[in-house]
């Protein structure tokens, strides 16, 4: 039972990661079929605020915080940051690239993440200690990473077995776009990053004044809806047929399918924001890019070639070195915290045993003053008896 209660975060990280990733194949397949990007977000985010709001209104009714302006304004930043902005980019990205080069490009997300809680001092760091140094080589090894993805391309790896003979959804755009449109591609999901980044960040301070994270989740996937609409309205105006999704097809799917994935992920990133920190959230991106990579070889036909791997590997190597110095960082910080309440245990055991010891002269004192007053209350009764006789 113990080992289940330490094993849910990373169970559900996991079923995270893997939500996202399918998720990413479904939308990829849904954009070549001629989905819109800013539709698929504004109409996931529709979804998901459907499902998700039932929840909040009846399981938070008795136990929700107190609303103000401030929190208010903060959730609707929130909601503009992720998913308005983040997904739009991202998936805008990937328009011009493939899903497994923006699951690899994501991965920049945990290095962005530890710079801006650095920044704003959710993250510990000490220059003179190595893990502290490691943190920081590793994120500039991430980014080192992600710009060789981005500028290398290499040779063209061998056909895996399952794609030989096969015509591949996205076979002939991908020779297209791989020079002209990657960079901008790139840029794009790097942004998006960014985005993401902050409202990581930014949730972690919400949730601080406001911990109710369905409530929080539910406002943002309403907010987001609105924004994703209108931003979808203008941008692609005067063109009615990019809402035409209801056709049972793969369209359909990744809008339902895509609320599905949303409602739950925020949820699961808030209750893991409050258990394990910023950082811990995004930093399994890894996870998520092998799993694509796969999928996508099965699903979508993608070929690797090898700058994309190389690039890929580094990216992973600096994550680990910032997780390898997060890691050392908590325990460090654990020990400190212990060491502190253990020397304020004994500071206030100190001053209770002071406590102790004058209240136990006081006691004397009033003992012995009792028996000097009993004393004199005696020898004056004696005298009055000597009196009288």
């Known amino acids: 039972m113990r080992f289940f209660s330490k094993s849910k975060p990373y169970l559900a990280v996991f079923c995270m990661q893997f939500s996202y990733s399918i998720m990413s194949i479904i939308a990829k397949r849904a954009?070549?079929?001629?989905?819109?990007?800013?539709v698929l977000v504004a109409l996931r985010m529709l979804v998901a605020a459907i499902l998700i709001s039932p929840f909040a209104f009846v399981l938070e009714r008795n136990t929700r915080s107190k609303m103000t302006f401030s929190i208010f304004f903060k959730i609707m930043?929130?909601?503009?940051?992720?998913?308005?902005l983040s997904q739009n980019l991202y998936y805008y990205g990937m328009k011009y690239t493939t899903a497994t080069y923006t699951a690899?490009?994501?991965?920049?997300?945990?290095?962005?993440?530890f710079i801006m809680a650095w920044i704003f001092r959710l993250e510990i760091v000490n220059i003179r200690k190595v893990h502290s140094q490691a943190k920081i080589l590793g994120t500039i090894v991430t980014v080192g990473g992600a710009m060789i993805m981005t500028f290398v391309k290499g040779s063209d790896l061998l056909e895996l077995p399952w794609t030989n003979g096969r015509t591949g959804v996205l076979k002939k755009s991908q020779s297209d776009m791989q020079e002209a449109g990657l960079i901008k591609g790139a840029i794009m999901i790097i942004v998006g990053c960014f985005c993401w980044s902050c409202f990581i960040i930014l949730q972690a301070f919400i949730l601080k004044s406001y911990p109710s994270e369905l409530t929080l989740t539910a406002l943002v996937c309403i907010l987001s809806s609105v924004e994703g609409v209108i931003l979808a309205f203008?941008?692609?105006q005067g063109n009615t047929k990019i809402w035409s999704i209801f056709?049972?097809?793969?369209?359909?799917?990744?809008?339902?399918?895509?609320?599905?994935?949303?409602?739950?992920?925020?949820?699961?990133?808030?209750?893991?924001?409050?258990?394990?920190?910023?950082?811990?959230v995004s930093s399994f991106n890894p996870l998520g890019m092998v799993i694509v990579a796969v999928l996508s070889a099965f699903v979508l036909s993608e070929r690797l070639f090898l700058g994309r791997v190389i690039g890929a590997a580094v990216i992973v190597i600096g994550l680990y070195m910032i997780l390898w110095g997060s890691s050392k960082d908590q325990c460090h910080s654990k020990l400190q915290n212990t060491q502190h309440d253990v020397a304020q245990n004994s500071q206030q055991m100190t001053i209770i045993n002071g406590d102790i010891e004058t209240s136990k002269d006081s006691l004397n004192d009033k003992k012995e003053n009792f028996n000097k007053k009993r004393l004199s209350v005696q020898i004056f009764f004696d005298n009055i008896l000597r009196l009288n006789s």
């Open 31 to 38: 954009m070549a079929d001629g989905l819109s990007p800013f």
């Open 104 to 113: 690899a490009m994501c991965n920049i997300l945990p290095a962005m993440t």
């Open 234 to 236: 203008a941008i692609d």
């Open 77 to 84: 930043l929130l909601s503009l940051f992720e998913p308005v």
């Open 247 to 280: 056709n049972p097809d793969v369209k359909l799917l990744a809008v339902i399918y895509g609320g599905m994935v949303s409602c739950t992920a925020y949820f699961i990133m808030g209750w893991l924001m409050k258990k394990k920190g910023p950082v811990f």
